[in-house]
C-alpha cells in the first residue's frame, strides 16, 4: 500500500513539476458522474472568468481518495482539493495541512466574500479554533419523509413534538402500517437516526463532543437518548426485517404504501418519484423536537474545497474558493448535483417541494451536523452503527452495546 | 458408453428424466431470466418491488444508451480483449511446447517439474493476491494491462501444460521416432507434426482460456486501479450512482459483457465440450 501511495505521489510529482505560474491544481474524488459533471461545469466557467489561469483537474477515485489525500496534502499538494467539512477536516487542520481562510469569510477586500452573511449557517461547520478552513459548496438535507396520503387517511398532521411523532407512529401502527421503514443492512441508515435523536435530545455541542470523543457512551445524557430510541423500537416502529435490507430496498414498503416514513438524506427523493410516487403523496418535514427549546440542528453532510498549506499558487486558489462561494455558480453547481446551495442568496430549482423545503430548513438551522460517519473517526464510526443496527435488532442488549461502545471509544481517542 | 443413453433406460426412468429435466432446467435458468428482466425495467420498477412481475416500461434501449454513455464501457470491453487474447496466446503457447517437453522427453525431473504445473493449480489463488500485488508493484507493472497479462498467462499456464501434456502423451509415439529417424530437428518435430496433430486441443484451450479470462474479476479488481485498464467484468461497478444501485443498469452491462463468451461459446461449441473431456479421459 505505502508502495502503491508513493508511486503515486511520484506521478503527482512529475504532473506537478510540469506546471507554471498561473496553473491552478485541483485535485477532487468526484469520481461519480453527477459530482464529475459539475466540477467540469465550474472549472470551465472558472477558466472562462479568468483566462490567465489555466487549471490541472485530478479527479481521484471516491473512496481511494480518502487515502490519497494524507499524502499529497503533505508531499505534493494541490493548489485546491476538495474535502468534507466538521470533524473530517479536523485532522488536516490539526496538522496544519490546510491553509486558514479566515480573511475569505471576513470579507476583507476579496470581491464577493461577503461570506459571513451569506453563509451564517454554515460557519460553525467550517470553524475550528476560531478559524475557518475553507468553504462549502453543497449540502443536502436530511429528515422525515413521509406519504402524505397515508397521513391523512388516518387523520394525522405533521408531528411537530416528539410526542406527536410517537402518537403518529401508533396511530399508523394500530392502522396495520408500518410506521417508519428502514434498511439496516450497510449500518449507516441507523447512524441518521441516532445523530437526530441526539441532536434533538441533547443539541448539537454535545453531538459534537460525543462524536470527538469527549463523552462516554455510557453517559446518562446517551442513555437518554436511547430511551427516546427505545420508544420507537420496542413497540414495533420500525420495519421488522430491517436487516436484511439496504436502504434502497427498504423503500419499497414506502412505495407500496406499507411504511409512512423514511428518516433519510433527500438523495432518496428521485428513486422514489421514479417508483411513482408524486408531490401529492410524498412529503417532507423536520425531525421533531424533543427537548424543547434546544435550537434546532439539522443533519446536512456538507461538501468542501480547501487550499492545502502547501499549496503552491495560493493567491489563484484563493480566487477559486471565492469563486465556488458566489451565488450564482453554487446555484449551478447544484442544479448539476440536485442538492442544495449554501449561499443564501442562491435559489434551487422552482417546482422541487424537496429542495425548497430542505433550502428553507437549513438557512435557518441553528449549525449543521456532518453525519456519524463523518463527525466520529472512521473506526469509531463503524464500530458504533454496528453497535446501533444490533440494539434496533435487540434493544435489550442497549446496556452491553453502550458499553462495548465505551471501550472503543477509549481505544480511538487515546 | 457411459453414461448409458436415456433411451435404453426403463421407462419408469425414462418417465423420471422427462419431469425433472424442464424443471432443473428452469431453475438454473432462473437467474439469468431474471436479469434480462431486469435489463428491460426502469429503477422505478425496482423500487416498487416490481422484480418479477411484467414490466411497467420496456427500457431495453434507454438503459443500454445509458450504459454506454454514462460510463466508459467501450474502453472497459476493448480493455478486456487486452487481457483476454494475448493471455490465451501467451498460455496456449507456452503450453504447447511445456506440454510437449513433459510428454516425449525422458529425464530425471520430469515427473516433478509436471507435478510442480499441476500443484500451481491447486494453489487457491486468494492466497496469492498480496504476494502477486507486492510482485507486480515491485516490477513496475501494478495498474497496466501487462502486468495483468502476465499474471493470467503464468496462472494459467499450469492448467494449460496439464490438459497439452496429456494430449501429446496419448499421441503415437511411432510418428515421433518415424520423423527423428529422418533427421528431423526436435523443432522441426514440434512445428510440423505435433503442432498440427494437437490442433482439436489448441482450439478448446484457446475457447476455455478465452472464457476464463473474460470472465475474471478477482485479479482485473487486485491489479488494476483505473479506468485506463479495467476489464468490462470489473468495470460494471461504475454503472452505479452516487447513492443507488443501479440493479437494471447492472444488469444490461453484465448481459453486454457476457456476449463475447457466449459469441465464442456457440462458433466452438464442438471443441468446448471436446475439451472439457479431454484431458480427463486421457493420460
Known amino acids: 500500500m505505502k508502495k502503491v501511495i508513493i508511486s503515486l505521489i511520484m506521478m503527482f510529482g512529475i504532473i506537478s513539476s510540469t506546471s507554471f505560474a498561473g496553473t491552478l491544481v485541483i485535485n477532487t474524488d468526484t469520481s461519480d458522474a453527477a459530482p464529475k459533471k459539475a466540477f467540469e461545469y465550474i472549472i470551465k466557467k472558472f477558466e472562462e472568468e479568468n483566462p490567465d489561469v489555466t487549471v490541472k483537474w485530478n479527479v481521484f477515485d471516491h473512496e481511494g481518495y480518502k487515502q490519497s489525500i494524507r499524502n499529497f496534502l503533505n508531499t505534493d499538494p494541490p493548489d485546491v482539493a476538495n474535502w468534507y467539512a466538521g470533524n473530517r477536516m479536523l485532522p488536516f487542520v490539526r496538522a496544519g495541512l490546510f491553509e486558514d481562510v479566515s480573511d475569505i469569510w471576513k470579507d476583507s477586500g476579496w470581491v464577493d466574500g461577503n461570506l459571513s452573511e451569506n453563509m451564517e449557517h454554515a460557519k460553525k461547520s467550517m470553524t475550528i479554533g476560531g478559524k475557518q478552513w475553507g468553504i462549502p459548496y453543497t449540502y443536502y438535507q436530511w429528515g422525515v419523509y413521509y406519504r402524505k396520503d397515508l397521513f391523512t387517511a388516518n387523520g394525522i398532521s405533521v408531528p411537530k413534538t416528539w410526542d406527536d411523532f410517537v402518537a403518529a407512529c401508533a396511530t399508523l401502527k394500530a392502522a396495520g402500517i408500518t410506521p417508519i421503514t428502514i434498511g439496516s443492512k450497510y449500518l449507516w441508515t441507523t447512524a441518521g437516526v441516532f445523530d437526530y435523536l441526539n441532536l434533538r435530545t441533547n443539541g448539537y455541542e454535545f453531538h459534537m463532543d460525543l462524536t470527538l470523543g469527549k463523552v462516554p457512551y455510557t453517559d446518562p445524557k446517551v442513555q437518554a437518548v436511547f430511551d427516546k430510541w427505545d420508544e420507537l423500537v420496542k413497540p414495533g416502529y420500525f420495519l421488522e426485517n430491517h436487516a436484511a435490507l439496504s436502504w434502497q430496498e427498504a423503500l419499497t414498503p414506502m412505495v407500496n404504501g406499507e411504511a409512512a416514513m423514511y428518516v433519510m438524506g433527500n438523495f432518496a427523493v428521485a428513486p422514489l418519484k421514479e417508483a411513482g410516487l408524486r408531490d401529492s403523496n410524498l412529503g417532507f418535514f423536520q425531525f421533531p423536537e424533543i427537548t424543547p427549546g434546544i435550537p434546532m440542528a439539522e443533519e446536512a453532510p456538507t461538501d468542501t474545497v480547501h487550499i492545502p498549506s502547501k499549496a503552491k499558487n495560493k493567491t489563484d486558489a484563493k480566487r477559486f474558493l471565492i469563486f465556488m462561494s458566489r451565488a450564482d455558480v453554487q446555484e449551478e453547481i447544484n442544479k448539476i448535483l440536485g442538492q442544495l446551495p449554501i449561499n443564501k442568496n442562491s435559489s434551487v430549482k422552482k417546482g422541487d417541494p424537496f429542495l425548497k423545503a430542505g433550502l428553507n430548513m437549513l438557512n435557518n438551522a441553528y449549525a449543521m451536523a456532518q453525519f456519524y460517519d463523518r463527525d466520529a473517526p472512521a473506526q469509531m464510526a463503524s464500530e458504533g452503527m454496528k453497535g446501533f443496527q444490533e440494539y434496533m435488532s435487540n434493544p435489550d442488549r442497549r446496556q452491553k452495546i453502550l458499553e462495548r461502545l465505551e471501550k472503543v471509544r477509549q481505544k480511538v481517542y487515546k | ?283
Open chain 2, 1 to 283: 458408453m457411459f453414461p448409458t443413453p436415456i433411451h435404453q433406460r426403463p421407462i419408469v426412468n425414462q418417465y423420471i428424466y422427462k419431469i425433472f429435466l424442464p424443471i432443473s432446467l428452469i431453475i438454473w435458468l432462473i437467474p439469468i431470466f431474471g436479469i434480462l428482466m431486469t435489463s428491460i425495467r426502469g429503477l422505478g420498477d425496482i423500487t416498487a418491488g416490481n422484480m418479477w412481475g411484467i414490466p411497467s416500461e420496456f427500457l431495453l434501449f434507454s438503459n443500454l444508451y445509458d450504459v454506454f454513455t454514462n460510463t466508459p464501457m467501450i474502453k472497459y470491453t476493448l480493455n478486456s480483449f487486452k487481457v483476454t487474447i494475448p493471455t490465451m496466446l501467451g498460455a496456449v503457447a507456452l503450453s504447447c511446447m511445456t506440454g510437449f517437453a513433459l510428454a516425449n522427453y525422458k529425464f530425471k525431473t520430469n515427473l516433478i517439474i509436471f507435478f510442480i504445473f499441476i500443484a500451481g493449480n491447486f494453489v487457491p489463488f486468494q492466497i496469492l493476491m498480496i504476494p502477486v500485488r507486492d510482485l507486480t508493484f515491485k516490477i513496475g507493472l501494478y495498474n497496466t494491462i501487462t502486468g495483468l497479462v502476465l499474471f493470467h498467462v503464468a496462472f494459467q499456464t499450469g492448467f494449460c501444460t496439464l490438459f497439452m501434456r496429456n494430449f501429446i502423451k496419448a499421441l503415437p509415439q511411432e510418428l515421433i521416432e518415424a520423423a527423428r529417424m529422418d533427421g528431423a530437428s526436435e523443432f522441426r518435430i514440434f512445428w510440423k507434426i505435433i503442432l498440427p496433430l494437437t490442433r482439436p486441443a489448441i482450439a478448446a484451450l484457446c475457447v476455455l482460456i478465452f472464457t476464463f479470462i473474460w470472465n475474471d474479476y478477482f485479479w482485473a479488481t487486485v491489479l488494476i486501479q483505473g479506468d485506463h485498464a479495467m476489464p468490462i467484468t470489473a468495470g460494471l461497478k461504475s454503472l452505479n450512482g452516487q447513492w443507488i444501485t443501479a440493479y437494471h443498469l447492472l444488469s444490461t452491462g453484465s448481459i453486454v459483457a457476457a456476449i463475447p463468451p457466449v459469441i465464442m461459446f456457440f462458433l466452438m461449441q464442438k471443441h468446448f465440450i471436446a475439451g472439457l473431456t479431454l484431458g480427463a479421459t486421457k493420460g
